[in-house]
Antibody, heavy 117, light 106 residues
Framework: EGLLVESGGGLVQPGGSLRLSCAASGFIFSTSRMHWVRQAPGKGLVWVSRIETDGSSTNYADSVEGRFSISRDNAKDTVYLQMNSLRAEDTALYYC??????????WGQGTLVTVSS | DIQMTQSPSSLSSSVGDRVTITCRASENLYTYLNWYQQTPGKAPKLLISAASSLQDGVPSRFSGGGSGTNYTLTISSLQPEDSATYYCQQSYARPTFGQGTRLEIK
């Protein structure tokens, strides 16, 4: 079935950086396209970024393009999200998500990022 | 990006009612449309993929339909545990979600 466990969230000042990690288990990670989706408190779901199975291709939402960077280490079954130049509007619960046949079939429990002075 | 508009944004219905949530896209999705259920404090759960394919373990009272730019999620006989927020999501292009529909059980 699979399990995704996010870590790395926390409180950071505006302009600061944070790196989120997502450890995968229970499935063949190297064959899965992975995504990050975020949800601001009390708000809806917003797609953030995607990385191809081998890391050769990445995509970003316009709101994070140039500030966030997604990567993966298939030897460690882990996907990362490096977040730089953080803004208050980046405050959200960040979910790591597995893609399967163009849908999001496995979600982690999320890691909370709070950007505040 | 493709814009997704869900309606209604919230609704309240009784146990046993038939409920339909609508999702409209700003362009043709060719059935690359998924539905998720989220209960408070939990991660979203995939209910339906490719517009009408029910995921394993999802009760058969849930069904999805539609084509082109218009899609629906229907719950045939509402149960108390269906109280949740429902999101549509398109996977035809860079992923986008609808704004969500909060379903309350009277």
């Amino acid at each position: 079935e699979g399990l995704l466990v996010e870590s790395g969230g926390g409180l950071v000042q505006p302009g600061g950086s944070l790196r989120l990690s997502c450890a995968a288990s229970g499935f063949i990670f190297s064959t899965s396209r992975m995504h990050w989706v975020r949800q601001a408190p009390g708000k809806g779901l917003v797609w953030v970024s995607r990385i191809e199975t081998d890391g050769s291709s990445t995509n970003y939402a316009d709101s994070v393009e140039g500030r966030f960077s997604i990567s993966r280490d298939n030897a460690k079954d882990t996907v990362y999200l490096q977040m730089n130049s953080l803004r208050a509007e980046d405050t959200a619960l960040y979910y790591c998500v597995r893609e399967s046949l163009r849908d999001f079939d496995l979600w982690g429990q999320g890691t909370l990022v709070t950007v505040s002075s | 990006d493709i814009q997704m508009t869900q309606s209604p944004s919230s609704l309240s219905s009784s146990v046993g009612d038939r409920v339909t949530i609508t999702c409209r896209a700003s362009e043709n999705l060719y059935t690359y449309l998924n539905w998720y259920q989220q209960t408070p404090g939990k991660a979203p759960k995939l209910l339906i993929s490719a517009a009408s394919s029910l995921q394993d373990g999802v009760p058969s009272r849930f069904s999805g339909g539609g084509s082109g730019t218009n899609y629906t999620l229907t719950i045939s006989s509402l149960q108390p545990e269906d109280s949740a927020t429902y999101y549509c999501q398109q996977s035809y292009a860079r992923p986008t979600f609808g704004q969500g529909t909060r379903l309350e059980i009277k």
